[in-house]
């Protein structure tokens, strides 16, 4: 993702009813952000939020919030959504914040997200930098944290070696692996109900396989 200093990113973000601005007040009561209690799923390093968009529209009685740690990033996310409200679209059930995913257990209570969605995460190919990518066994340390037992991490991505990297993290975490693909879009039972992502979408398109993996700590 490029990323640039967009001049206002920073007080559109403050701004916007679609951002939660304090997430960490929401802590163990996250159903008070949706009009419905519903289950909670989220997505972690949602970019510019095609996914979580098409997803919200899909499923109303699922709410959903989009992490985004670039306020550049998170800005393109806001102007698509309200380009969707100015079509008439409300999209409800769907928050963003502004947050490194570090802090996640700061944000979110024990048990309280049921499903985490992991799309194209930042390879962080060299070695010393392996503790950065969002499926290193620090980062489902911090996910077993908040997601309830029976929930379970999705991750999609075309780069076979985080890919690789991700199922001995999941192993070496003790993590259950549910189920897994090297090729996502030609697998008839994984791929039903797939949403693509915008990088999903780029990437497929120029031929590269999809993988992707489901797993569960319980
Ligand atoms: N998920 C989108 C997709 O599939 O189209 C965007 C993928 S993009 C390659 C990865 C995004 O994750 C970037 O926007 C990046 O800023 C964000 N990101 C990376 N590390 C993060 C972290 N620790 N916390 C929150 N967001 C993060």
Redesign the pocket.
């Known amino acids: ?1 490029r ?1 640039r200093n967009i001049p206002g990113a920073k007080d559109a973000i403050t701004g916007s009813e679609y951002v939660v601005q304090n997430p960490s007040e929401c802590r163990g009561k996250w159903d008070t952000q949706f009009p419905q209690k519903n289950p909670l799923h989220i ?6 939020g ?2 979580l968009m098409d997803m919200a529209r899909l499923h109303p009685d699922i709410n959903y919030v989009g ?4 306020d550049s ?1 998170l800005l393109r996310a806001l102007q698509r959504r309200e380009k969707l409200e100015e079509a008439g679209e409300k999209l409800d059930n769907l928050k963003f914040m502004c ?4 802090l996640l257990p700061e944000v979110f209570e024990k048990d309280e997200v049921k499903r985490i969605y992991l ?4 390879p962080w190919p060299k070695a010393r930098h392996a503790k ?1 990518r ?1 499926t290193s066994r620090e980062f489902l340390a911090r996910y077993k944290e908040i997601l309830d037992p029976a929930g379970t991490v999705e991750f ?1 991505t075309d780069n076979r070696e985080l890919f690789e990297f991700s199922l001995e993290e999941v192993k070496e975490a003790d993590w259950n692996l549910l189920a897994y693909s090297f090729d996502l879009h030609h697998e008839e039972e994984m791929v039903e109900g797939n949403v693509m ?4 979408e780029k990437f497929s398109s120029m031929g590269n396989p999809i993988c992707k993996l489901i797993a569960s700590y319980k």
């Open positions: 993702m990323l997505e972690v390093g949602m970019g510019k095609r996914f992490i985004e740690m670039y990033v947050m490194d995913a570090r799309n194209f995460s930042d950065r969002l999609k992502t915008e990088y999903e």
